[in-house]
């Protein structure tokens, strides 16, 4: 799809092509009729191109009035959006006169729910180490009277055959008397 700007160098363009069409079919072209048809195409050319910078200008000229029209529309578009919410805070104040007390009072109990959440993550977790630490303390007291255990049978056993000693050492004293 061509544009309106493009038109005028493409028709310049083609007229140069015909041109050096006509130039190159007849070989016997002299060489100032070569430097008129030159000269015409640079007119040519600077026409098209005068025409396409002044086509620009007025396009960017447009572009700059419509941009500032819309400028000046979105300004008054909030402005206005600024006033309707204005009036809409005005007719829930209507409705419910208590609702920022009520909103607040949500609002406070919501930040306790989330501390509440916390403190009793922290709790569990404290809780839950607690049992640990009371399951490896009872742990260690059940191993430690296990070694106490063991430690009486060793100290009895020890003193039983160290009874047993005496009373043969005990006997053979006898013997020899």
């Known amino acids: 799809m061509q544009t309106s700007e493009q038109q005028p160098l493409q028709q310049a363009h083609q007229q140069q092509q015909q041109q050096l ?38 396009i960017e000229r447009k572009k700059m009035e419509v941009r500032e029209r819309v400028l000046n ?9 600024k006033r309707l919410a204005t009036i809409r805070e005005e007719l829930e104040a209507l409705a419910d006169p208590m609702r920022k007390d009520v909103s607040l009072v949500r609002k406070k109990i919501d930040t306790v729910n989330k501390e509440l959440k916390t ?4 709790c569990q977790k404290k809780e839950r180490e607690y049992k640990e630490a009371l399951e490896a303390f009872n742990d260690k007291n059940k191993e430690k009277v296990q070694l106490i255990t063991k430690l009486m049978e060793l100290v009895s056993e020890s003193e039983k055959l160290r009874m047993k000693k005496l009373e043969e050492l005990s006997k053979n004293i006898e013997s020899i008397n």
């Open 119 to 122: 403190l009793g993550h922290s």
């Open 21 to 58: 069409a006509l130039q190159n079919s007849s070989g016997s072209l002299s060489f100032s009729s070569n430097m008129s048809l030159s000269r015409e195409d640079e007119e040519m050319s600077r026409s098209a191109l005068s025409t396409f910078r002044a086509k620009e200008e007025e």
């Open 73 to 81: 529309h979105l300004g008054r578009v909030e402005e206005e959006t």
